[in-house]
């Protein structure tokens, strides 16, 4: 959590993967600990966890339709993980916009980058627990948040009545599994998942700081594209550890 170091894979006490931030929510390790054992029988200590990530991104835009972008290599891994910092330190679903810029901010990522990177949510789910709060007692005028589309909220109040919050609903809407510009075309809609999507084009402070970004990708997708691989290269490139920094991990789960 200091950087694009790894650490999120590591287990143990002060595992990240235990921070309220991810538990239930970030998935796949077994996908990366499976790419890193077949690495390290084709070329062993060469390339680390923190790279494999940075890769497995990569090709997961690339092959849901994004754009094609070049992946710095030669991160190393962390020694260790801080669960306090990812628990404290990630933006929230429930934050709002100001505190997400400033979230972004901390790390050397911009206003625009809040914006272009939240389109990756142009793939992928979440689960209902994280936005079942905009469908029922939303606030003391409104039962269901007004700036969800009433048809999405109904079929979205179906999908997650009675169930234990983990079943999933798709971030884009009728475009789940295709990496393209539709996600801001959604939000203009009214059909945002995340409260923390919706807010970047109808809270007061996403309608002055990102609405007009989020137009401005809705009507150009190559413009999306291409900035969205720019700003990939940005997040991979915060606190790398580099040199005789860290260490090449052997697992990715654990420290040599
Ligand atoms: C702007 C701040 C962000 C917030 C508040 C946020 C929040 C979330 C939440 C709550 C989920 C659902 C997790 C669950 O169901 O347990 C999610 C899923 C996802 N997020 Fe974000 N996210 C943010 C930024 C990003 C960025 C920068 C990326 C990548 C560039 C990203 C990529 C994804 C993807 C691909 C999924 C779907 C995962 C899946 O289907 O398994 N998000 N995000």
């Given amino acids: 959590m200091q950087g694009c ?9 002060e595992s990240e993967k235990l921070a309220a931030p991810n538990l239930n929510s970030v998935r796949g390790y077994e996908v990366i600990d499976a790419i890193k054992a077949d ?31 070049d992946v710095l290599l030669g991160r190393r891994d962390g020694l260790v993980a801080n669960q306090t910092l990812a628990n404290n330190n990630l933006p929230s679903p429930f934050d709002n916009i100001t505190v997400i810029i400033q979230r972004f901010k901390d790390v050397g ?18 689960r209902c627990v994280l936005f ?8 003391a005028a409104n039962s269901v948040d007004p700036t969800m589309d009433p048809a999405l909220a ?3 109040q179906q999908l997650c009545r009675g169930g234990d919050g983990n079943q999933t609903a798709a971030l884009d ?27 970047l084009v109808s809270s007061p402070d ?37 040199g005789s920094a860290g260490q090449i991990r052997k697992k990715c789960s654990a420290a040599n």
């Fill in 5 to 13: 170091d790894g650490s999120i894979l590591l287990d143990g006490a």
């Fill in 39 to 69: 690495l390290e029988k084709a070329c062993p200590g060469l390339v680390s966890c923190a790279d494999v990530v940075a890769l497995a991104a990569k090709y997961g835009v690339l092959l849901s339709g994004g754009p094609d972008y």
């Fill in 109 to 126: 990522l911009n206003t625009t980058d809040v914006v272009i990177l939240s389109g990756a949510h142009t793939i992928g789910r979440s």
């Fill in 132 to 139: 079942s709060g905009r469908l029922a007692n939303f606030s």
């Fill in 154 to 156: 109904s079929s979205l």
């Fill in 173 to 199: 809407a009728g475009s789940a599994d295709a990496f393209d510009n539709h996600y801001f075309k959604n939000l203009l809609a009214k059909k945002g998942l995340l409260s923390s999507d919706q807010g």
């Fill in 206 to 242: 996403g309608a002055a700081a990102t609405r007009a970004l989020v137009q401005a990708y809705s009507y150009n997708s190559q413009r999306f594209l291409c900035d969205f691989g720019d700003a990939m290269v940005r997040m991979g490139n915060i606190a790398p550890l580099t």
